[in-house]
């Protein structure tokens, strides 16, 4: 499963950002697909031991942006997701990345 190489990646990354802070809680926004229960499965294991470790989670869904084929229109979602102004199909132009930490901070 290729998210919890990214996740990790992304973890590890964060850890080393945040060394010697107080991190008890942390905010997050998942790429479409991402399992939540493998995001906080990868952070127990990575950030067991360190100063982030007990931290809690806030995991939200992270909203890309797609292109409409038919109409043109650019508008939030994902990959399957129709136009909402025509109904048709469309083409992501920004996809977030499996995990985006945006906030974070002691207890």
Known sequence: MHE?????????AF???TAGMAIG????????GVDPEVV?????H????SHA?????????????MLC???GAEYPGAKLDTC???GGSGLPVVVPPELAIYDWGPS
């Open 4 to 12: 919890r190489g990214a996740v990790g990646l992304a973890v590890d």
């Open 53 to 65: 470790e007990g931290a809690s989670l806030d995991l939200r869904p992270a909203i890309g942006a």
């Open 40 to 44: 906080r499965q990868v952070w127990e």
């Open 84 to 86: 909402p102004h025509c």
């Open 15 to 17: 850890l080393r950002d």
């Open 69 to 71: 084929f038919s109409c």
């Open 46 to 49: 990575h950030a067991g031991g």
């Open 25 to 32: 809680r942390v905010s997050a926004r998942l790429g479409p």
